[in-house]
């Protein structure tokens, strides 16, 4: 988010990356977290699925697909199953 300059060009950028990734893996996608600043944003991403196989190659794709659009500084992930 460092080419952000205002909390509005972070929210277009976060509106255009959350769009793409929504189409391109189906995942859902939301900012959880530093809503107030402007250089960064925590966003969370959930993936539902059958297999939990599946379920973390999405999301390994997800972040993979986030780490080519901006600086991923820290990643963590948790499986739930039912």
Do not use: C, P, W
Request: aromatic share 4%; charged share 25%; net charge positive.
């Amino acid at each position: 988010m460092r080419e952000a300059r205002s909390l509005k060009s972070k929210r277009q950028i976060l509106k255009s990356l959350k769009d793409k990734m929504k189409k391109r893996f189906n995942v859902s996608i939301a900012e959880v977290e530093g809503q107030d600043y402007h250089q960064n944003a925590v966003i969370g991403i959930a993936v539902v699925s059958s297999s939990s196989a599946h379920a973390d190659s999405q999301l390994q794709s997800a972040i993979n697909f986030v780490s080519m659009e901006a600086e991923v500084v820290d990643v963590s992930t948790r499986l739930v199953t039912i």
